[in-house]
Structures are given as structure tokens and as C-alpha cells.
């Protein structure tokens, strides 16, 4: 009972790897300041032989951390025991085949697979990480918990906080734009709500130095035990296809946490012997907030077993530095410069054969309303993992008949003004919204028709445009 004594935190860099146990809330290395991983003595844990033996739990929803899709895969994140587990949910998510989707990307029919994590409680995959966390919270006896945020992070510990009545929620966010949606959670759900003059990054910053003086628990994707809870938006991928690897898994890039546990996943599942090789991996970046594709497409930063190359990283955040570069997109959630799972994102593109591809906030957009249009509908965030495909395919790294996962990260809803204005009529509006980011039209879009309030005028209409 309580926290598991086959598992341990690790530093991340090959030269330090020191061990630290599972009772400390650590961010980084206390002895050289990489970052922390889980890790397991898996020899010593109960690890099922095959994954479709998950599938059994399945007959076991009225318990409601089986029910969870994330503690569903409890055996694969074992770091604590099952009484410590919480959960509101979460993880309840959907593998959908989009074939009008896989048209706009040019793949076959029943080739693209969107994997809506809109669906979590939350609204975002947030929820998967969060319950981690709150688990390994609740073990140590945290009572305050903190986050810097885009929006997403600090709607799910609002939320956690709400329903679970187990920590406060302080939340720190930049004075830029956070969409309403996520700011309206945090603040219905009764967060603490820090808004600073500053961008995320320099919230990020804040938090970190705040947390760390208050002793408040952090809940930023550099808890460790965050992205364990996120591994499982693998095992639900494999589980909805029948535990059959894909060729290709495409995800956007922002602070690198979903990327990080992606990779984590799939080394641990095939060092395990459950599957017998790795997916390709594609992070896509939005064109305004593209450190990791500069830094891995252009500056050729690699993990080097553990050991990247830091004069690269340190030459570029200096330029960053002194040029006052700033992240700038409409994909707000991922409006991030200084991505703090770098590292660990590296690792998985080098597992999985990665690569790295940014688009603009235009492809996005259009990529959001194919989405929509033909599937789940997402925010602009989600939608470049949908864009990043279609310019791979373009390019022939994503062959026609490959089997691609497309991760949409956050719910339609959560920021419905980009959504209203790119299908608006009003050029002004569309503009004023629109207009900053260098998106010059809506290519796909569905116009509401302004119709008088007179029944014959009314029909007419339908007839015409249907
Ligand atoms: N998509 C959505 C909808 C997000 O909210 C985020 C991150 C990402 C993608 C990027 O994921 O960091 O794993 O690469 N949102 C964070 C937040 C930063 O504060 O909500 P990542």
C-alpha cells in the first residue's frame, strides 16, 4: 500500500542518472538540473503478458478506477497502489476513423485516425496526467497545487482541485491570450487565478521559483508522474486498434509533455516485449512558436544517448534572448517558446524514427475545419497534428496507405471566437480576429445566411442552399 518500492525517479542525463524515490516532488534533478523520469523495476511488477489481456477490465466498469481509461493500464504505470489511485473519469476517449478527413490529408480510405481527447472531463487530455499527479499528490500529502498555463493545464487542476477537494488550485497565467473557455473553468471551478504581464513562458518561470518557495505542488508537465497518466493515450490508441501498431502517430508540440510521454510509452511497451516495434513519431510545431523544429530540423539538435548538445540549445535561447523573440499564434495553447520537456521529446523522436514539422496558423484553421466538418471538432491547437500530416503526405514521408493517428488534444469548445470568426461573413470581424496571424481566408467555410423572419423567404432559402 501507498507508493510503489519498485519505482524510482531518475535523472534524465546519461552523465548525472542520479536516483532519487518516489516521496520527493521533484522538477528537475536536484544534482544537475535535467529532468526527472519514473522508472520501474518492471522484473519485480505484475506486468501482464499480452496487452489484449487489458482488455478484460473492460468487464470491470463498475469500478471506477478500471472504468478510467487511464488506470485501466494500472499494471503500466505502477507507481502506486490501487487505494491511492484517483480519478473523476477521465480518459474515456475515442479512437474515430475520419475518412473524409483522410481525403483533405490525401491518405486511403480507413487509413486516418483521429483520437479525440476532447472527450475528457476537462476537456483536453490534460485529465489524463492530472490524475497522476493528483495520485502522487495525495501520497505525499500536498495540499496546494500549481500550474502555469495556456488554459488547458489549469482548467484540469481547477477541476481536479473541484471535485476531488483534495488540494487549492493556484493558477498563473500570461495577460496574453488565453481563450475564454479555458479561462471560464479555472474561474468556475474557484482557482486561485494569477494573471502576470508576461507571456507563458515567463508565467512558467514564475511558477516554478513561487512553487518551489511556498512549497506548493507543481502540476506543469515537468511532474514526472504527469506523464505517466499520459502514456495511457498510447495504450487507448493501441487498445481501439486491436493492439495493432500504427505506422505513423502525429501530435502538436508545445511544451513537449504529450511527445515525452508518447515516447516513454512505447520504449517501456516494446523493452516489455508487447509490441514488437515502435510507430514513427511526427511533433508538429505551429510556425509561431517553433523552437523545437529550428532546433531539430535546423540547428540539428539530437538526444545523443542522453547527452544533447547544450552549445546548440544555449546559442538559441540566447539569440531568443536578446532578439526579444516572442511566441506568437492563434494556436494559443501552444504559444510556447521555451518548451520544458525538450529533452524528453528528443528521446522519443529518437525511439521513433521522429520527425519535426511546423505549419501556420492559415493550415491550421483550414485543417480545423476539415476536422470538424468530417469528424470531432477540435481547438486550433489540436488541429496541426490534422495540418502536419497533410504536409508530410505532401512531401511523401507519410506514404498513402499508412495507418496515421492524429491526436486531437482539446475540445472543439474551447475557444469558439477563432471557430465564429473564420466561418463569419463580416470581413471586419474576420479580420479583426483573424487578420494578425497571416491567415488570409477561410478556405473552407460555412456561412450562417441571413434570412428575413417570413416563412416563404425562409423556405425558399433552404431550398436554395441545400
Ligand atoms: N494541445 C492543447 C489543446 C494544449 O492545451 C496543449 C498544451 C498542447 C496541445 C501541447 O501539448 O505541451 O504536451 O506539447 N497546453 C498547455 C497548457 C501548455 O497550459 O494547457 P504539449
Known amino acids: 500500500m501507498g507508493l510503489s518500492e519498485h519505482a524510482f525517479q531518475k535523472c534524465l542525463s546519461s552523465k548525472c ?71 473523476v473519469g477521465e480518459g474515456q476517449t475515442l479512437l474515430q476513423k475520419a475518412d473524409e478527413v483522410a481525403k483533405y490529408v490525401d491518405l486511403d480510405p480507413g487509413c486516418l485516425f483521429l483520437q479525440y481527447e476532447g472527450m475528457n472531463p476537462s476537456g483536453s487530455f490534460k485529465d489524463n496526467g492530472m490524475c497522476a499527479a493528483f495520485t502522487h ?26 471535485v476531488t477537494r483534495l488540494m487549492k488550485a493556484v493558477i498563473f497565467i500570461g495577460s496574453g491570450k488565453i481563450s475564454y473557455g479555458k479561462l471560464s473553468q479555472a474561474l468556475d471551478y474557484g482557482a486561485l487565478t494569477i494573471q502576470i504581464l508576461g507571456d507563458f513562458d515567463d508565467a512558467m518561470d514564475r511558477v516554478k521559483q513561487v512553487s518551489q518557495k511556498l512549497g506548493i505542488y507543481l502540476v506543469n508537465s515537468v511532474n514526472a508522474f504527469r506523464l505517466e497518466g499520459q502514456k495511457s493515450i498510447i495504450f487507448r490508441i493501441l487498445e481501439s486498434m486491436d493492439w495493432q501498431v500504427p505506422d505513423w502517430i502525429v501530435v502538436p508540440g508545445g511544451n513537449l509533455g504529450n511527445s515525452s510521454a508518447f515516447g516513454k510509452a512505447l520504449i517501456e511497451l516494446k523493452q516489455l516485449g508487447l509490441i514488437d516495434h515502435l ?100 481547438e486550433p491547437a489540436s488541429a496541426t497534428s490534422v495540418a502536419g500530416a497533410k504536409i508530410l503526405r505532401e512531401d511523401g514521408i507519410i506514404g498513402k496507405s499508412d495507418r496515421v493517428v492524429c491526436v486531437l488534444t482539446g475540445h472543439q469548445l474551447k475557444d469558439p471566437n477563432i471557430t465564429v ?46
Open 137 to 162: 499528490a495525495r501520497a505525499i500529502g500536498a495540499e496546494r497545487a500549481a500550474c502555469a498555463s495556456t488554459g488547458n493545464t489549469s482548467a484540469s487542476l481547477s477541476m481536479y482541485c473541484s
Open 279 to 378: 510507430p514513427r513519431l511526427a511533433v508538429i510545431n505551429s510556425s509561431g512558436a517553433k523552437t523545437l523544429f529550428e532546433l531539430y530540423h535546423e540547428k540539428g539538435l539530437r538526444w545523443n544517448k542522453g547527452l544533447p548538445d547544450k552549445e546548440i540549445e544555449l546559442q538559441y535561447f540566447n539569440k531568443m534572448e536578446s532578439d526579444q523573440s516572442k511566441a506568437s499564434t492563434l494556436a494559443s495553447a501552444i504559444e510556447i517558446n521555451r518548451p520544458v520537456n525538450l529533452h524528453k521529446c528528443l528521446r522519443a523522436l529518437d525511439a521513433c524514427d521522429g520527425v519535426v514539422r511546423q505549419v501556420s496558423d492559415q493550415q491550421a484553421l483550414d485543417a480545423k475545419a476539415k476536422i470538424a466538418a468530417g469528424g470531432m471538432g477540435c
Open 421 to 466: 470568426a473564420y466561418h463569419s461573413t463580416d470581413r471586419q470581424e474576420f479580420e479583426r480576429v483573424l487578420g494578425g496571424y497571416g491567415v488570409k481566408k477561410a478556405s473552407f467555410p460555412n456561412h450562417a445566411i441571413g434570412v428575413p423572419n417570413d416563412l416563404d423567404a425562409i423556405i425558399k432559402a433552404i431550398k436554395l442552399y441545400s
Open 17 to 87: 542518472g542520479s536516483q532519487f524515490d518516489l516521496s520527493r516532488a521533484l522538477v528537475d534533478c536536484p544534482h544537475c538540473g535535467s529532468l526527472v523520469d519514473i522508472q520501474y523495476d518492471w522484473d519485480r511488477l505484475p506486468v501482464p503478458n499480452a496487452l489484449a489481456d487489458f482488455s478484460q477490465f473492460w468487464t470491470q466498469r463498475n469500478n471506477p478506477t478500471r472504468r478510467s481509461g487511464v488506470w485501466r493500464f494500472h499494471e503500466l504505470i505502477p507507481f502506486a497502489s490501487q487505494d491511492l489511485l484517483v480519478t
